[in-house]
């Protein structure tokens, strides 16, 4: 079967935001066989080398430069994301953001992967901006805004930094032990309707967030994305009714 467009498209954007093809996973994607994937990447490797690109095979792994400027219709970074089997993904919600550098992504996702422990320049809207060292553990995307979740050496506990507030480069600490994830227990978290509504506003709203009969919906998140949920649903501004309340 010769290499689609779409295919060469994904394993450049696998490239580009994670610094290679997971073969495993590529193949998983589109029902196809190893010999298959192996014969993908140096079809691909041919064309992109045509475009200027500087790629080889080695061990069985793509590596080398690609094109500066990438390709048209590249598969969206958090497709890239949910489709690994290596670098976890967590999505609470969808929400149109500022997508952060590919590079960013690519060497988390390595240090994610190899279990290193990385130094980054960090802006903090509490504390400004400073160097970060962490264990990164997964990728988030909470309400539409991607984070990493991370052990954080400087405070010795989980943190949760924004992606696009990350300044490159990202630099590996070999002196630093990685700390591991622990499992975190799900949060539960309540909303309901705000009985300040009239009674047809709140009808709208028990069919728009699924509510039950008493005007009231449970929700079992992972702890650390318990406080993203709360603030979606929490009030806005003085002047902003909200349909629904966190009880």
Known sequence: MALTSRRMLWIESSLRYFGTLNKKDYAHHYGISMPSVSRDMHSFVELMNERGAELEIVAGKISGRLPETASNELPGMREIMASSSTVPFVTLAAETRTDPAPSIV??????????????????????????????????????????????????????????????????????????????????????????????????????????????????????????????????????????????
């Open 106 to 247: 690519r060497d988390l996702s390595n240090a994610i992967r190899k279990r290193a422990v990385v130094s980054m320049t960090y802006t903090s809207i509490r504390s400004g901006t400073r160097v970060r060292t962490i264990s990164p553990w997964r990728f988030v995307d909470a309400l539409g805004r991607l984070h990493v979740q991370a052990y954080d050496h400087d405070v010795n506990t989980m943190r949760d930094f924004v992606l696009t507030r990350i300044a490159g480069p990202i630099s590996i600490a070999p002196s630093v032990t990685f700390v591991p994830s622990k499992p975190k227990p799900r949060e539960r978290v309540v909303i309901a309707e705000n009985p300040g509504l009239e009674d047809d506003r709140r009808a709208a709203v028990r069919a728009d967030f699924g509510l039950d009969e008493d005007g009231r919906r449970e929700f079992r998140v992972p702890a650390g994305l318990a406080f993203y949920l709360r603030n979606e649903f929490g009030e806005r501004s003085k002047h902003y009714v909200p349909p629904v309340l966190v009880v």
